[in-house]
C-alpha cells in the first residue's frame, strides 16, 4: 500500500511555505484502514478548521526504513518546500532487529536534511516489543530522546500512547491501529506540532 503524494508547489512560494509534510511508515500511511480514516488525514482536517492554512502531505509508505525514508527526503523537499516536516520512522527498523548505530544515524540525517531546507522537525517517537531483549527496546527508545534533545526539536514520545495496549483500538496485527485509534494517535501528535503552526496573516482592511 503506498500512501505518497507530491504535488509540485515548486513555483508557488505562499503554498509550499505553508505545507506538512509527514514522512513516515505503515502507521501513517494507513495501513489495514482506508486513507481517509488515518491520523494523517484528520490532521489535514483539524488544521482546516482551525483555520492554521496549511497543505498537509502525506509521504509515507507501508513497510518504509529509516533509509528508505531518508532516501526518498530530498526529493520531497525539493518539490514541496515545506514548512515543517514529521518525522515518523524507525518502527520497522526495530522489528527487524536493525543495528541501533544505523538507525541513529539515518534518523539524524533526516532531520538535518529537513532542518537544511528551512523546515521545523517534528521527531515521532516509537517503541517496540521486547523481542530483542530490554537493552536493545531501551535503547531504541533512548534514540528519539537523545536526537530530539540535541537537535532541539519537539517530541511526540510515542505515536501509539493509549492505543498500543488497548484491543479495541488495534487490529488484529497488534502493530496498527483500527479507525479507533486514529483520532487518539492524532491527540498525541496535535499538542506538539501546534506551537509550530502560524495562522495566516488576515489581508489589511
Known amino acids: 500500500m503506498l500512501v505518497f503524494a507530491l504535488v509540485n508547489t515548486a513555483g508557488a512560494e505562499g503554498a509550499a511555505s505553508r505545507t506538512v509534510v509527514v514522512l513516515g511508515d505503515s502507521l501513517s500511511a494507513g495501513y489495514g484502514i482506508a ?12 488544521i482546516a ?8 502531505v502525506n509521504a509515507s509508505m507501508t513497510g518504509e ?33 536493525l543495528p541501533l548505530a ?15 531546507a528551512k523546515a521545523r522537525v517534528v521527531l515521532v517517537g516509537m517503541m517496540i516489543p521486547p523481542n530483542y531483549g530490554p537493552r536493545y527496546t531501551q535503547e531504541f527508545r533512548q534514540i528519539y ?6 537537535h532541539s526539536i519537539p517530541l511526540v514520545p510515542f505515536l501509539l500512547d493509549k492505543v ?23 491527540e498525541n501528535v496535535w499538542p506538539v506540532l501546534k506551537p509550530l503552526l502560524v495562522a495566516p496573516r488576515k489581508p489589511a482592511s
Open 145 to 150: 530522546t537523545d536526537l530530539a534533545s540535541s
Open 164 to 186: 498500543a495496549l488497548n484491543s479495541e483500538l488495534m487490529q488484529a496485527d497488534g502493530i496498527h491501529a483500527n479507525v479507533k485509534g486514529q483520532p487518539r494517535m492524532l
Open 35 to 46: 486513507v481517509n480514516d488515518g491520523w494523517v488525514k484528520l490532521l489535514e482536517k483539524r
Open 65 to 97: 526504513t529509516t533509509q528508505g525514508g531518508l532516501a526518498r527526503l530530498p526529493r520531497v523537499l525539493q518539490i514541496q518546500k515545506p514548512a515543517i516536516v514529521i518525522i515518523e520512522l524507525g518502527g520497522n527498523d526495530g522489528l527487524r532487529g
Open 49 to 56: 478548521s482551525e483555520g492554521y492554512g496549511y497543505q498537509v
Open 102 to 116: 544505523t538507525t541513529r544515524d539515518n534518523l539524524r540525517r533526516a532531520i538535518e536534511l529537513a532542518k537544511g
